[in-house]
Every structure is written in structure tokens, then in C-alpha cells.
């Protein structure tokens, strides 16, 4: 008799709290998605906000910001170049590996990167593990003034300064058979003819071959 009256109450209770209960499912479910959306937005902000104290870190040290490279323009600097399934592209400076995965990714290339920073070495070759590219994408991390370049390369993509590209032009010359295709975002190379050059948005990209010896 006691239990029945108990569940009776329990159930009246029930019936009668139950547009209560839900309005407080309802509460909560919302409380805890704007929470977590609330999360998500601060990491985003603190990311944003690591990238760019890393990118000011990396200009101190070794005198050169790191800006990755939009594929819009990475497409286009490949489009001019006539780049290939295949052929071999090398980025000097390659960041977070931004330019040569649009290479390796969309031309169907093979890509050689040279990063002087250990963190982007890192994120480098963590995006093109993630893009399943790892194979066909080398990241070398040091400072190629002082590490061993490939014998062999079809493309040269860059966004490096004018004194340093003015250090790399002769080395190039020396090294690369004439023919050989360099393409510049931004910044020019001094005594290198140009083949061609042209606006993308606000940037401007130029394109090299490595002249015959004279």
C-alpha cells in the first residue's frame, strides 16, 4: 500500500514538473553549446595570437617574417612557370609548407623545403602528413645558406628579401643549368632576366630562367 501511494506521488510529481524539466534541458543544452562555442573562439584568438607572436620571433631571429603564401597565389606562380606533373620544386624559407603543398597537392609535383625555424619544420611536415603528401614532400630544416641543396631541381619558388635573394642569385647560377625556372612572390632578383611578371591582387610575382654562361 505504501509503495503504491509512493509511486502515485512520484508520478503526479513527474506530470506536473515535467514542462519545468524540460525548459531546464533546454537551459542547459544551450548553456553548454554557447559554452563551448565561447571555448572554441578563445583558442581560435589565442592560436591567431601565437601565430603572430611566432611570426615576430622568427623576423628577429633570423631577419626574415614568415607570411604563408595564399594558394591563389601559389597556383598562379605555378601557372606562370608551367609547372608539371613530376618535376621538382624547391622553396627556400618554406614556412609552415603552405607554397609547396600547392605543388605537390594540385600540379602533382614533388616538393623540397628549406626552414631555418624547428616549429614550422614541425607544422610543415605535420600538414603534409595530414594531406597524405608526405612521400613526395621534404622538409630539410636549417639554414640552407649552410645546408647541401639538391643537384637537381626543375623549379625554384621563393618569398625571401632582396639581400638575401641577391645572396642566393649567384649560387643558383652556379649551380642550376641554364633554363632552370625561379619564381619570386613580392620581391625581385637583381641581374636574373625576367621572363615575365605580373600582378595577383596586391601582389606581384615574378618569373626567371637561369640564363646561358657567358
Given at each position: 500500500m505504501h509503495f503504491r501511494?509512493?509511486?502515485?506521488r512520484w508520478l503526479w510529481l513527474l506530470q506536473t514538473h515535467?514542462?519545468?524539466?524540460?525548459?531546464?534541458?533546454?537551459?542547459i543544452y544551450?548553456?553548454?553549446?554557447?559554452?563551448l562555442a565561447l571555448l572554441i573562439f578563445v583558442q581560435l584568438i589565442f592560436l591567431a595570437v601565437i601565430l603572430l607572436v611566432l611570426s615576430f620571433l622568427i623576423f628577429a631571429l633570423i631577419g626574415v617574417p614568415w607570411v604563408p603564401t595564399r594558394?591563389?597565389?601559389?597556383?598562379r606562380m605555378?601557372?606562370?612557370?608551367?609547372?608539371?606533373?613530376g618535376e621538382i620544386v624547391m622553396d627556400l624559407g618554406c614556412g609552415d609548407g603552405s607554397l609547396l603543398l600547392t605543388a605537390?597537392?594540385?600540379?602533382?609535383?614533388?616538393g623540397i623545403g628549406y626552414e631555418m625555424?624547428?616549429?614550422?619544420?614541425?607544422?610543415?611536415?605535420l600538414r603534409a602528413r595530414l594531406a597524405g603528401v608526405s612521400s613526395r614532400m621534404e622538409i630539410h630544416c636549417g639554414d640552407f645558406f649552410k645546408k647541401p641543396l639538391p643537384p637537381h631541381v626543375d623549379v625554384i619558388a621563393c618569398y625571401l628579401f632582396p639581400q638575401v635573394q641577391a645572396k642566393l642569385e649567384p649560387k643558383f647560377i652556379a649551380m642550376y643549368p641554364p633554363g632552370t625556372r625561379i619564381v619570386s612572390r613580392t620581391f625581385r632578383y637583381p641581374h636574373l632576366p625576367l621572363v615575365h611578371s605580373e600582378h595577383v591582387g596586391s601582389e606581384m610575382?615574378?618569373?626567371?630562367?637561369?640564363?646561358?654562361?657567358?
Open positions: 501511494h509512493f509511486l502515485k515535467i514542462p519545468f524539466l524540460k525548459h531546464l534541458i533546454r537551459s544551450f548553456m553548454t553549446t554557447l559554452f594558394s591563389k597565389i601559389g597556383r605555378y601557372e606562370m612557370v608551367a609547372l608539371k606533373p605537390v597537392k594540385e600540379f602533382g609535383a614533388k625555424h624547428p616549429v614550422l619544420c614541425w607544422m610543415a611536415r610575382i615574378y618569373f626567371y630562367r637561369i640564363p646561358e654562361a657567358k
